[in-house]
């Protein structure tokens, strides 16, 4: 048996993986400085909340992302050897400890 989920296996892939988007195919400069913190999967691995900090205005980073992220997801397909790729969602840090998937 595996010792952790695969979620959270799925989780710890996505995560390494969206970072190499940001830093290598995203042109938006609204991307450059941001990091990805953790990426929770639900159990269904339907949907994938994406945490992430920056050192600038949250609120740029948030319009980028939501411009990016059908990008950022069919990137993410190529690179997955699954089926079905989680719909993503992208949130500050700080709000990590409010959400539960």
Known sequence: MKP???SARLGSLIQEIV???L????KDRRLRRVSIVRVEVADDLSKAK????TGQDVVEAEE???KARG??????????????VPELFFYPV????????
């Open 4 to 6: 952790y989920a695969r």
């Open 23 to 26: 830093e290598f195919e995203i």
């Open 19 to 21: 970072s190499e988007i």
């Open 71 to 84: 990008f950022i997801r069919k990137r993410l397909a190529k690179q997955l050897e699954i089926r079905y």
């Open 64 to 66: 980028a992302f939501k």
């Open 50 to 53: 994406v945490f992430y900090d």
């Open 94 to 101: 700080q709000l990590w400890k409010d959400f539960t998937i």
